[in-house]
C-alpha cells in the first residue's frame, strides 16, 4: 500500500510534463486509438463530430485518470524497479496526496461529461474501467496472483467497447470481440516484456509468472495464449465490421506474432541470457505493431465499404 505521507528526501518541484507523466500517455495513446477505431467503425451510427470529440477526451482523461491512482497506489514498488524509479512520484517531483487527488478528479470528471455528452451506457463501462484498473487490479490482482496480468488485462480491452457504446448507446457482438481480441492479446503481450525485466519484480516482491513459476513456464504461457488469440482475432472477420481485409491482415499479422511467439518459447536460458533476450525483445515490439495492425484494418474496412470495396 502507497503511504500517504511519504516525502522523497530529493523532492522537487515538479513541472507541467510531470503531471502529465502521471496520466501514463503511452497507455492513454492506446485507449484513444482503440475507442476511436470503436467509435468510427460501428455500422449506421450518425454521431456530430463535436459529440465524437468530447467522447473521446473524456475516455482519454478517465484513461489518465486511472494512470494517476495506479501511480499513487504503487509509489513504493516503482521507486524499487529501475523501469519506474523516475516515474514522477518515486522522483520525488510529485506528491502521492497529489497524484490520488487529480485521480479521482479526473475520474469524476470523465465519467460525469461522458454521460451528459454522450450516453450513460458508455459513462458507466467508463466508470468500471477506472475502477477495475485501480481498484482490482492495482490494489489486489496485481500483488497477489501470477494471473494478475492476465484478469487485469480486462481493463485495457474496454476502450473499444466504451467507443461501440458511444456511437450506439448498446453492446454488441463486435464490441465483445473487440474487446476479447485486446484482452487475449495482453498475456503474450507483456509476459514477453516481463521475462527480460524479471528481476524487476522479483525486486518488487510483485508475483508476475516468471517470479512464481519461471521462464520456462511463461514461455509456454505465452504460445498457449498466442495460440487462443488467433480464433478470436479472425473471428471479427466474419462480424459486420470485418472483411476480407481484416482477413488478410490479420492473418499476415497473425502469421508474424506466432511465429516470434514460437521463437521465444524454443528458448533456452542461457541462449536467452546469452543475446539479452533479443527473441523477447522482438516478441514484444511484434506484438505492439500486431494489435495496432487489426485495428487499422478495422478502420480501413469501414473506410472503404461506401465505396463498395471493403466489407463482404
Not at 78 to 86: F, H, L, S, V
Not at 118 to 135: D, E, R
Not at 210 to 234: D, F, K, S
Amino acid at each position: 500500500m502507497t503511504d500517504l505521507n511519504y516525502q522523497d528526501s530529493t523532492t522537487q518541484e515538479a513541472g507541467m510534463g510531470d503531471y502529465f507523466a502521471l496520466l501514463k500517455p503511452r497507455v492513454m495513446s492506446l485507449v484513444v486509438f482503440t475507442a476511436l477505431v470503436g467509435i468510427l467503425v460501428a455500422p449506421g451510427a450518425s454521431l456530430h463530430p463535436f459529440e465524437a470529440f468530447v467522447s473521446i477526451l473524456c475516455i482519454a482523461v478517465g484513461g489518465g485518470a486511472s494512470g494517476a491512482l495506479n501511480m499513487w497506489w504503487d509509489a513504493d514498488i516503482d521507486r524499487i524497479m529501475k523501469r519506474t524509479a523516475n516515474r514522477p512520484i518515486p522522483s520525488g517531483r510529485v506528491q502521492p496526496q497529489e497524484a490520488l487527488a487529480i485521480g479521482l478528479a479526473l475520474s469524476g470528471f470523465s465519467v460525469i461529461l461522458l454521460g451528459l455528452a454522450s450516453n450513460w451506457l458508455a459513462a458507466g463501462i467508463l466508470a468500471f474501467t477506472i475502477f477495475f484498473y485501480a481498484v482490482v487490479y492495482s490494489m489486489w490482482l496485481k500483488r497477489s496472483t501470477p494471473q494478475n496480468i492476465v484478469i487485469g488485462g480486462a481493463a485495457g480491452a474496454f476502450p473499444p467497447m466504451i467507443g461501440w457504446a458511444v456511437a450506439t448507446g448498446s453492446i454488441s457482438i463486435e464490441s465483445v470481440l473487440m474487446f476479447s481480441l485486446i484482452f487475449m492479446w495482453t498475456p503474450p503481450h507483456f509476459w514477453s516484456l516481463a521475462i527480460f525485466v524479471k528481476s524487476d519484480y522479483g525486486n518488487a516482491g510483485v508475483p508476475m509468472l516468471t517470479e512464481t513459476h519461471g521462464r520456462r513456464v511463461t514461455r509456454n504461457h505465452i504460445l498457449g495464449y498466442m495460440i487462443c488469440l488467433i480464433p478470436v482475432a479472425l473471428g471479427l472477420a466474419f462480424t459486420s465490421i470485418g472483411g476480407p481485409i481484416y482477413l488478410a491482415v490479420s492473418m499476415g499479422l497473425n502469421l508474424w506474432f506466432l511465429q516470434a511467439c514460437i521463437v521465444v518459447w524454443r528458448r533456452n536460458e542461457d541462449a536467452a541470457e546469452a543475446d539479452k533476450f533479443a527473441a523477447e525483445r522482438r516478441a514484444f515490439k511484434v506484438s505492439l505493431a500486431y494489435l495496432f495492425g487489426h485495428f487499422t484494418a478495422l478502420l480501413a474496412e469501414a473506410a472503404l465499404t461506401p465505396w463498395g470495396l471493403g466489407g463482404w
